[in-house]
């Protein structure tokens, strides 16, 4: 107990009131010293509650692309270049090679997982093109969406809406994988481009499938393709056998959809 307890107990010694008040300063400082504990202890609980309460209950995921949100959207497949980019660890006293396999992509061999560890593959040019893309079809009326798709699908151009919608999963193959995937997406624009209008029903624009068309099959197993009519499965077949043809989408967008 400080001097000014003690000077202040002397002082009240002969009123015979000693014992009283120094059970009551105890209390007090021990009380006030308590429940300043308990407040901030509780304060923080629920500060912690409600962080876990905002996550499970948030609202169902949704950006909508615009000019001055791109960047960003960049930024996220940027970051999840990073994380899928070869690499090796010990693991157990063995070297172990860690990467991201793609569906339908065959194994990379360990010649080929150290030469890209090595030598990273630059996103320059999928970045160009995702943001010219994506102005293009923007300044076009076009209105594109990142949503949680709970269907077995990664993106898909809803022609009487006149909107592409990416499932927020697709963000995580990163960049490279996006700019094929909007690529395929803007064929199928193109297509509905053809069909009269953007909001048209696509029709086929005859680009060159490369290889026999049950070659692209294995990129149909999804369910979201189980009920597709032949001319439909023809429309996806197009827009697989090009997508990886950047230059040649924005030519066939421009031609279909914006020639006067």
Known sequence: ??????????????????????????????????????????????LGKTKVQNIENSKTFEIKIKENNLKKVLKILKKYDQKNAPRKEIINGRITYIYKKLENE??????????????????????????KAILS?????????????????????????KSIIFNKKSLKDGTKIFAHLLS???????????????SSYPALLNLDLQKPKSYYYK???????KDLKE??????????ANEKKHAQTLDIFNYFCLKK
């Open 1 to 46: 107990m400080d001097n000014k307890f003690s000077f202040l107990l002397k002082a009240l010694k002969k009123k015979g009131i000693q014992k009283t008040l120094f059970l009551f300063l105890i209390f007090n400082f021990f009380f006030n010293n308590y429940f300043e504990i308990y407040a901030r202890n509780f304060k923080n609980n629920i």
């Open 106 to 131: 065959p194994k990379k061999s360990i010649k080929e997982l150290e030469f890209l560890i090595n030598n990273p593959e630059q996103m320059e040019q999928y970045e160009k093109f995702i943001i």
């Open 137 to 161: 079809l923007i300044s076009n009326g076009v209105e594109i969406y990142i949503k949680d798709i709970k269907r077995d699908i990664s993106a898909e151009w809803i022609y009487r809406d």
């Open 184 to 198: 395929h997406e803007i064929i199928h624009v193109s297509q509905s481009c053809k069909g009269g209008s953007f």
């Open 219 to 225: 990129y149909l197993k999804s369910n979201a393709y």
């Open 231 to 240: 001319k439909e499965i023809m429309l996806e077949i197009e827009a697989y």
